[in-house]
């Protein structure tokens, strides 16, 4: 008997496997099987002698290899519609996700902000105690000041002690201190404290006329204000300039230029219940 090979069919090869590597579905019991099911139909060992039973490989039909049912569209569906929930599912966890960024950069930017008012107020606070502190420390050391002032005004600055003097007014000037004060300036009552008062006809306005007391500052803060006297312009009603009033019995007084003694509007300066002399008695 011939062999396959002999009859011109060549080897024939048994596809024994339960799984239809085409299609993925599982075989039936007695399905053809290899390039026999392939090409569409069983096919005799002895068919090519024969000559019988060939089957020319026609068109295929339409939806061959696919499932029973049409389950391959339908699986084709059901992966189009879970790539479209994965994507809707994506959108949203990106929106979430964005949302949440929003609010941790506003939650930075408020922080940041705060901590930068923070930084602002401390630096201030700082600044203040600072000032005050210096303040304080320059302020019990006045008093030393205006003892080395009336020393140095006696003559009795000399030797050392006046190179600790020097030593002394040099620092606190470093830290700031000023001294003011000047005769002849005009009055501020904000940095000024009048302790006596006069007139006088020298000035035009309210003047300082004596330095009591010279005063001290740091910056804008007083620590001590200038005490002075302060001299005032005598001003009559008449907008003239009055000197101090008179004493009776001087040129300007009772018996001066203004008038006899005795005239109207003037008073005897006689002792009480005498009366004034008549005219050309005067001096009898």
Known sequence: MASPEEMGNGPVVHDRRRIDPVTGQVRQPGEPRGKHAARG???????GRRGEG??????????AGAEPGGSAPGRGGVRAAQEAGEAAAGG?????LREQ????????????????????RVDRDRTVVRDLALASVLSELLPVLDSIDRAREHGELSGGFKSVAESLEAATAKLGLARYGEKGEPFDPRVHEALTHMYSPDVSEVTCAEILQPGYKVGERILRPARVAVAEPAIG?????????AEAGTPEGPGGPEGPAGSEGTEWPGEPGTPPPGPGQEGG
């Open 41 to 47: 139909g069983g096919v005799s060992p002895d068919a």
């Open 54 to 63: 060939t089957q020319q490989p026609g068109p295929a039909e339409p939806g």
């Open 92 to 96: 949203s966890e990106a929106a979430a």
């Open 101 to 120: 960024l929003a609010e941790r950069t506003a939650d930075l930017q408020r922080v940041q902000a705060e901590y930068a008012n923070y930084r602002k």
């Open 237 to 245: 009603p008449d907008g003239i300039a009055e000197s101090a009033p």
